[in-house]
DNA sequence: GGGTATTTGTCCGTATGTATG
DNA sequence: TCATACATACGGACAAATACC
């Protein structure tokens, strides 16, 4: 520490290394210094106050022999509990960690055998080996190697249609709709999400003073009706992986949602989550792509495709806000580490993204349709059981029974984690276990919900 | 490419392989695919798009012998351009590189030979090793082992006094101002920034719906009457760094500011941007461990300690507001990359932050005494020059002559790179330019301005 | 894993100012 | 006035522990 907050007078009458000393121990006893920290050594903070080092020293000796500090030579000086024991050493002063099931069908992490963590640390390190890089702040609208290479792929895997300038990377997706609703301050009275809404973005439009509308759906997704009468002018669609709906928005209804916004001359945010990772069937190209005016704009992201630690999402643009974007650019700064950018410009443009992708579609399909078929025969008769499929998970609807949060509490005393869910659901994703920890896993939680007290499952 | 936007109708009547002809030449002609980049493997689409591989091989015929595609036995198949030439290949497209002045007197980067990428390097690798922490999402508030290894460092650094629960991680100052202001949607109507304003902080206000107050101040900064007689509940104020104004906020000020909002109950933002990085004299501590009554929310950031790409800041939160954020918090996802987190914990901790700090305080006192006597000599008769301490800049004010964007153009012809400002400024920084580099860098300057049109220098 | 450079507590000689006799 | 003692402050030298490659 570099305790620069030091404060003493030389005028003062009282001797400085009395003063320090007063210092140092009122900092000690109201906790501002941890028992088991290290003190600086005298030599440094000698130098920061400008003092000889006897000084330094004198005033640690004090407090030494009073018992507040453990001098350790050639180690340094390290502040002591009250009771004058040696606090724990800073490596000792390890945090509990914190309980990890088994069997984690939790949704909030990778699989660690299918992360592609090799191939991502070889870019990662390249880009640190280029210092000239690094010393410099990044560009405000994203790298535009990254940007190039978002292009291709978006266009590729989603049939996105756009240009780099077009193309704005953020730290997530918050980040972008932020930059979003600053552009469109003002001009836009609410937004229109579907039921059960999108808490994520709501916060966002929230903060900007923009009002949410939350519209139900039908299977198909938002009602073009809906959405008319709502007299919203933007709507927030989330058509790849729907909240608590198996299926994306199909093909038709996307057309009429592109020609509410043609007609009305409304904004359409398309939040792609997942849209790369439907596996059971071929994906549903992006409605970006399929809009003929420019009324759609883009949200990707990777957190599922890469690493979720890596956060790096993008906006497309419309044409028609580009002007007004590139304008205020400059006053965004950029949210995504530099590095992280250059090395997934990397990754992308060498093909290994695709090939990440294709591998994940087979991974899925298999963990997803094990898993299915291992629910079907364990918990068949007494759940509705549903694949979720872009949000890589699945839902078992129970009718009565323990309520989900206990359900969840059961299967924790055997180790397994699952998600418990509003209306009797309970979720189970399958992108964070490995796929042979799904049998003993499904296993495991029957035993925990079994002799189920609701359900005859044999 | 994965190609996945290609949509063909198996009972369409037209032959598939047409089908998939007529869709990549109009994707070749509306230049959606690039030329020079490679398809797919007739395989990997055949795959895609459960077709047969006879099906794809005919249509790549029908492309090859019009003269769209290029066959490369072996490699495979290469969009060509409209002429029918071979495109360039993707590697050999490389941009244009922008152009690097020969001395850089930006403020946008770091001296490469003072950045601590080596151990910076040796940390992110450190992580990089440790699959678990990739996998996972990060915690919404940044990871702990972070915010308690800041909580000490801006403690001993600044005086900061906090808990690690009150310190929230942000990939930089504008994601962290959005979710504070979220917290204080409704309740504040506007806020007070001091003349000339801080325009990334701005935009953040603005796009909240909330009204900027620019403020007039004195040598000392923002003047609490004013603030009193403006009405605003909030105030941000940059004490250490102030935007034109060479010295930091006296401690006398500070003190007065802090009384503001205990009488007024009102809130005070501390952006202490490079507040770590005074080198002349002791840093003044910050307001916020003046500050008896938790008023004060603190602000910081590393980018000009550690690595500019690096975008890792956090904000201190006042306790009275931390119930309030705590509630929201799962709302904002972290912006700041988990991977850098981590590393940047390890770097705190094991005192190599402070090390650098240390180290870098005294280069910038050697640069900016050299720089301050060299531009005397040069231009001490035409301007007055003054050093920006924290802001690590020298500006010069001419008093008529060329216009500062003049200045510039001339600089940039002679290989020098400096900032033109308002009013006849002109700014030098000097954190990018290595040590060396900057005696030559102002003689070119010198010769650049010289025969000035403006000045007798002899 | 081992060799080297740096960091660090400790010891010691010195200088200055003040009070005492 | 001088000698002595003491408190305070400064900085050089040494050897062990640590960090780094």
Redesign the interface.
């Known amino acids: 520490?570099?305790?620069?907050?030091i404060?003493l007078e030389k005028e003062s009458g009282q001797p400085l290394y009395l003063q320090l000393y007063e210092q140092l121990k009122s900092a000690a006893q109201s906790g501002?210094?941890?028992p088991g920290?290290k003190l600086?050594s005298i030599r440094?903070l000698s130098?920061?106050?400008?003092l000889s080092r006897t000084t330094i020293e004198n005033a640690y000796q004090q407090l030494c022999v009073e018992g507040y500090i453990d001098a350790q030579p050639q180690r340094g000086y390290f502040v002591l509990t009250s009771g004058g024991k040696r606090g724990v050493r800073?490596e000792e002063a390890v945090?509990p960690i914190p309980w990890q099931p088994r069997y984690n069908f939790g949704t909030?992490?990778?699989?660690?055998t299918c992360?592609d963590?090799k191939a991502?640390?070889r870019h990662?390190?390249e880009i640190?080996?280029r210092?000239?890089?690094?010393?410099?702040?990044?560009e405000h609208q994203g790298e535009?190697?990254l940007r190039e290479a978002l292009r291709?792929?978006s266009?590729?895997?989603?049939?996105v249609?756009c240009s780099a300038e077009q193309v704005v990377i953020g730290?997530?997706?918050?980040?972008l709709l932020?930059i979003l609703?600053?552009l469109m301050?003002g001009q836009v009275g609410a937004v229109a999400i579907e039921e059960p809404g999108f808490?994520?973005a709501e916060?966002?439009f929230?903060?900007?003073?923009i009002e949410v509308l939350r519209l139900p759906g039908d299977d198909s997704g938002m009602r073009p009706e809906a959405l008319q009468q709502s007299g919203a002018k933007v709507a927030y669609v989330t058509p790849s992986s729907r909240e608590g709906n198996g299926s994306p928005i199909p093909l038709l209804r996307r057309q009429e949602l592109l020609n509410w916004a043609a007609q009305t001359g409304g904004l359409l945010i398309e939040d792609d989550y997942n849209g790369?990772l439907r596996y059971r069937a071929?994906?549903i190209?992006?409605m970006q792509?399929m809009a003929a005016d420019d009324r759609v704009l883009y949200l990707g992201s990777f957190?599922k495709l890469l690493?979720?630690?890596?956060?790096v999402g993008y906006m497309v643009l419309p044409q028609r806000l580009l002007p007004l974007y590139l304008a205020?650019a400059?006053?965004?700064?950029?949210?995504?580490?530099?590095?992280?950018q250059l090395a997934l410009a990397d990754y992308v443009?060498s093909g290994q993204l695709?090939r990440q992708?294709?591998r994940l579609r087979k991974v899925y399909a298999q963990k997803s349709s094990l898993l299915m078929h291992l629910l079907q025969e364990a918990f068949g008769k007494c759940a509705q059981i549903s694949l979720q499929e872009t949000p890589l998970c699945v839902t078992l609807q129970f009718h009565g029974g323990p309520s989900p949060a206990r359900l969840a509490e059961l299967a924790e005393t055997y180790g397994v984690r699952v998600c418990p869910g509003p209306e009797g659901k309970v979720t189970l994703g399958f992108a964070?276990i490995p796929m042979g920890d799904i049998a003993p896993g499904v296993h495991a939680l029957q035993k925990a919900w079994n002799p189920p007290e609701f359900c005859i499952s044999g």
């Open positions: 520490m570099t305790y620069d907050y404060q501002s210094i941890h920290q600086p440094r130098e920061d106050l400008g800073p945090h909030d992490a990778v699989d660690s992360a963590l991502w640390r990662i390190r640190l080996n210092p000239q890089a690094m010393v410099r702040y990044g535009l190697s291709d792929y266009y590729g895997a989603r049939g249609v730290a997530g997706t918050q980040p932020y609703c600053g301050q808490p994520q916060q966002v929230a903060d900007c003073g790369e071929r994906p190209p992006a792509g957190s690493l979720p630690s890596v956060r205020r400059p006053r965004y700064n950029q949210t995504a580490s530099k590095a992280e443009k695709e992708l294709r964070g």
